[in-house]
């Protein structure tokens, strides 16, 4: 249940950045940051047309580069004030950033038997856990809903994408983590039903 003290939309919409050329390599980018690759771009124009004649005029972004510069191509295209946000920024992955899991095997060889066993309290060596993201991302729900009229769109990461879809549902955590969140989807949230365009 949403607590009656926050300013969260009742509607909105929900995105991640495009595809990165980390993603391509499989790295961990968490708030370490990789240009947007031909397709990410493509991504986000892709985006912009579908959320075009929605009633969106605010885009609350994440300020991490690939987010960003996704949120910028699609405000551009509605024509809507650009709100940077950071709590919506990705999950910290602390020492593991930049690392592929293998690298991350080699430098952390328990870090993925631990993640398992806890996954959603484990937190990133020297980073973050998405039970202590939560909280994050509940703030940042707020915040865009204070710094928008009508339905925002908020750009964000795969990770982070999970826990705000999770806390406008209602979800528990293990059904936030079982959520996909895939790039080049529009997920819209109306009430607490959830729909993909």
């Known amino acids: ?29 968490g708030q370490l940051d990789s240009p947007l690759t031909a397709d990410g771009i493509r991504q986000a124009k892709s985006v912009a047309e579908r959320l075009a004649g929605r009633g969106i005029t605010t885009v609350c972004s994440s300020p991490l580069g690939r987010a960003l510069r996704t949120a910028v191509i699609i ?3 509605l024509d809507a004030e650009l709100v940077e946000v950071p709590e919506l920024a990705e999950l910290h992955h602390g020492e593991v950033a930049g690392l592929t899991w293998q690298e991350v095997d080699e430098r952390f060889p328990t870090a993925r038997e631990d993640r398992a066993s806890n996954r959603y309290g484990w937190a990133f060596p ?21 710094a928008s009229a009508g339905p925002p769109l908020l750009v964000s990461h795969e990770m982070l994408g999970r826990l705000l879809r999770a806390d406008l549902r209602g979800l528990d955590a293990a059904s936030a983590l079982s959520l996909r969140h895939p790039q080049d989807v529009v997920f819209e949230i109306d009430r607490g039903t959830e729909r993909m365009l």
């Open 1 to 29: 249940m949403i607590p009656q003290d926050r300013h969260v939309p009742e509607h909105l919409f929900l995105v991640r950045h495009g595809q990165t050329e980390w993603n391509l390599e499989h790295r961990l980018q």
């Open 126 to 146: 020297g980073g973050e856990s998405y039970a202590q993201a939560r909280a994050r991302a509940r703030r940042a729900l707020s915040s865009c809903g204070w």
């Open 75 to 77: 405000a551009d295209r």
